[in-house]
């Protein structure tokens, strides 16, 4: 069983800066991929970015170049990091992290791992 928190969100203005973070705990053994998912206002569920064990980096498109994923990896637990820089009123939003086992294609309809319970980002106009 595998438990996901995360932490870091908060009121920001625009053009600010936020660091999220996510730690997991329990059977990490067979993680291979850390993602961060947003839920905006009156939107659905959106892949963000995502670290995977072999290197590899994906961003969204409203991500890239803004935002900024990495991952630690410890003994008995895994953090992720998700640093969002010129931030826009319109990533306001709660923010999801996941932790998902075997080949992970994150997309926005992604519906398997495990979630936390999310942080809420707000960015002032």
């Known amino acids: 069983q595998v438990h996901v928190a995360e932490s870091g969100g908060g009121l920001v203005q625009a053009g600010g800066s936020l660091r999220l973070s996510c730690l997991v705990l329990?059977?990490?053994?067979?993680?291979?991929?850390m993602g961060w998912f947003r839920q905006r206002p009156g939107q659905q569920l959106e892949f963000v970015a995502s670290?995977?064990?072999?290197?590899?980096?994906?961003?969204r498109e409203f991500a890239a170049g803004r935002f900024t994923v990495s991952r630690g990896d410890r003994q008995d637990s895994i953090s992720a990091t998700l640093i969002m820089n010129s931030l826009k009123p319109e990533d306001t939003g709660v923010y999801f992290c996941?932790?998902?086992?075997?080949?992970?294609?994150?997309?926005?309809?992604?519906?398997?791992?495990?979630w936390g319970r999310g942080t809420q980002v707000t960015v002032s106009s």
């Open positions: 996941n932790a998902a086992t075997g080949r992970v294609s994150y997309s926005d309809s992604y519906a398997f791992g495990s």
């Open positions: 329990g059977d990490i053994s067979s993680i291979t991929a």
């Open positions: 670290v995977h064990t072999d290197g590899q980096l994906r961003y």
